[in-house]
């Protein structure tokens, strides 16, 4: 497979009323084209900074993220990002919804493609019979099934995900993992996203980056040993439950770590 993207000794600092704060320190990485990547770590080490780098919603303050060898200046069309907080329009039905992400890509020009387009994601996502339902009247499930297919229609070349089923319950979480792998599986698609769940981290990825506590560097590639498809009864194999077991420990180190440096000094 080849190399889609990049992360080349990145490093990112903010600069707050306190100082100077670094979130990112010399983090290089590449995803190849067709992985799915999944960044782990504790709260508050960097790890949207990270995919907002990507995103182009940030520049690196050091090194640089490439694109299929370039450089990436700001967001575009070819990434599509789906965020925790249900990222649609709530004064739009579904399947504007749908269409306004259509109206924003100039390759798909004529109105019947679009149409087309938009009933295919309706669906492929389950949606429908809810064409013509506002967000409100959704399950949080449905939400962000329509923001997985919002992205979709558009034919990004890669998917940007941060915690997307992280405010989900339970069994909607499961159903929501089990459609994106059904989705990619059709469609497929260069996928990173970041998540705070080691179980889901196993399921979902070809690969998973464990990024250490605050300024966050690498502290662990893995390489998951499961193909795809993948089913409900992986949880049950033994390398997962290692596996699981050895995630867990690193990334308890790094929360462990993340704790300390926000404890409160006494002079």
């Keep these: 497979m080849s190399i889609r993207i990049q992360f080349q000794n990145v490093g990112m600092t903010f600069h707050t009323d306190q100082g100077a704060l670094q979130v990112v320190d010399g983090v290089s990485f590449d995803i190849h084209d067709g992985e799915f990547i999944c960044i782990v770590g504790p709260s508050g080490c960097g790890k949207t900074t990270l995919m907002n780098m990507l995103a182009g919603f940030v520049k690196p303050t050091t090194g640089q993220v490439l694109l299929d060898g370039r450089s990436i200046e700001g967001p575009g069309r070819d990434r599509g990002v789906i965020f925790q907080e249900y990222g649609v329009f709530p004064w739009l039905t579904v399947e504007e919804n749908i269409m306004f992400g259509l109206q924003l890509n100039a390759s798909q020009s004529a109105s019947k493609d679009k149409k087309s387009i938009c009933n295919k994601y309706l669906q492929l996502m389950g949606l429908q019979d809810f064409a013509h339902s ?79 506590a605050r300024p966050s560097r690498i502290k662990e590639i893995i390489e998951v040993p499961f193909g795809y498809p993948r089913s409900e009864s992986l949880h049950d194999d033994s390398r997962f439950i290692s596996l699981k077991a050895r995630l867990r420990e690193l990334v308890m180190a790094e929360y462990e770590a993340q704790q300390m440096l926000s404890a409160p000094t006494h002079s």
């Design 134 to 212: 506002y967000p409100k009247t959704l399950s949080g499930g449905m939400r962000q099934r329509l923001a997985i297919a919002r992205a979709y229609a558009t034919q990004p070349q890669l998917l940007l995900m941060d915690e997307p089923f992280g405010a989900l319950d339970a069994q909607t979480r499961t159903k929501m993992q089990n459609l994106l792998l059904d989705v990619l599986q059709q469609e497929g698609k260069t996928v990173m996203m970041i998540t705070h769940s080691v179980d889901e981290a196993i399921y979902l990825a070809s690969k998973i980056v464990v990024v250490t």
